[in-house]
């Protein structure tokens, strides 16, 4: 796996395809997930996991993931998230900041997911990349 520096926006690209990118921004210390499209579910999870590893390293203190263009996501993903993924995630970050689909049913999916969560993390939905930014920089 190789990194890609890009200085404009302090961003390492740590690994992308067609469907997720998912990159170290620097600016605001967080591990960033963005998909483009609906995955299969074992892609999803793998992608979601890389991203978490990327949250054990010492200079991220944060997740931010781009829903804006994500696909469905099924029922037992969602469960997969809420139950396994996310309290783990929990322990690795500070804040987790989620740019929210133009999908409503997506929209409805992350805000399913993280509402099971509440009180255990700090995290808030955002309609801008820019505002999930600024939310982490705060």
Same mark, same amino acid.
């Given at each position: 796996?190789?990194?890609?520096?890009?200085?404009?926006?302090?961003?390492?690209?740590?690994?992308?395809?067609?469907?997720?990118?998912?990159?170290?921004?620097?600016?605001?210390?967080?591990?960033?997930?963005?998909?483009?499209?609906?995955?299969?579910?074992?892609?999803?999870?793998?992608?979601?996991?890389?991203?978490?590893?990327?949250?054990?390293?010492?200079?991220?203190?944060?997740?931010?993931?781009?829903?804006?263009?994500?696909?469905? /996501?099924?029922?037992?993903?969602?469960?997969?998230?809420?139950?396994?993924?996310?309290?783990?995630?929990?322990?690795?970050?500070?804040?987790?900041?989620?740019?929210?689909?133009?999908?409503?049913?997506?929209?409805?999916?992350?805000?399913?997911?993280?509402?099971?969560?509440?009180?255990? /993390?700090?995290?808030?939905?955002?309609?801008?990349?820019?505002?999930?930014?600024?939310?982490?920089?705060?």
């Amino acid at each position: 796996m190789h990194c890609i520096k890009n200085y404009k926006n302090m961003s390492t690209l740590v690994s992308q395809s067609e469907k997720v990118t998912i990159e170290e921004q620097s600016d605001v210390q967080a591990a960033m997930i963005t998909f483009h499209g609906s995955l299969k579910s074992e892609d999803y999870r793998a992608a979601m996991l890389a991203n978490y590893e990327l949250c054990k390293q010492p200079q991220i203190k944060n997740w931010l993931q781009n829903n804006i263009d994500a696909g469905l /996501l099924s029922l037992e993903d969602q469960k997969w998230v809420s139950e396994s993924l996310i309290p783990k995630a929990a322990l690795e970050v500070e804040k987790i900041a989620v740019v929210v689909s133009k999908d409503v049913f997506r929209k409805f999916a992350a805000k399913n997911i993280l509402d099971k969560q509440k009180g255990k /993390l700090n995290f808030q939905y955002f309609n801008s990349l820019e505002d999930a930014k600024a939310w982490l920089k705060s």
